[in-house]
């Protein structure tokens, strides 16, 4: 995503929802979606590398629950904590943002050992996919 999630008292939260039903449509227009269920739902937020660390959200403050209603309509059987596990990360880069992964459970292991060498744009997982949603 474009951005970092908002704070949950901020009125971005209806912009960001709203771009995020759009392109999550649109995505989807001509594609079915394969509908996780065992999988662990990724944030990875990303910070400038400028970003003072006192500004930097507990991720309890961070709007995340609107983004997972809306992966779990479109990707996940059901976002409950026996199918969907829920895991939180902070990175630095160039730019604020906020990546999203579901990924199999089998395959999160995995995942965790790459994280650490992501690039900085993050991982584009489909080449026909905008790079921010």
Known sequence: ????????????????????????????????????????????????????ERQML?????EINMVTDILASYVLRDDGPSVCRHYYCSAKGTENRCEVYVVPQTDFEKWLKAEKKMPDEGINLFPESPKNI
Not at 11 to 28: A, H, P, S, T, W
Not at 58 to 62: G, K, L, M, T, V
């Open 58 to 62: 507990d991720y309890d403050n961070i």
């Open 1 to 52: 995503m474009f951005s970092l999630l908002p704070r949950k008292e901020h009125g971005i939260v209806n912009y960001i929802r709203q771009c995020l039903y759009y392109e999550m449509g649109k995505f989807f227009r001509d594609k079915k979606p394969k509908l996780q269920k065992d999988c662990v739902l990724i944030y990875r937020h990303v910070y400038h590398s400028t970003f003072p």
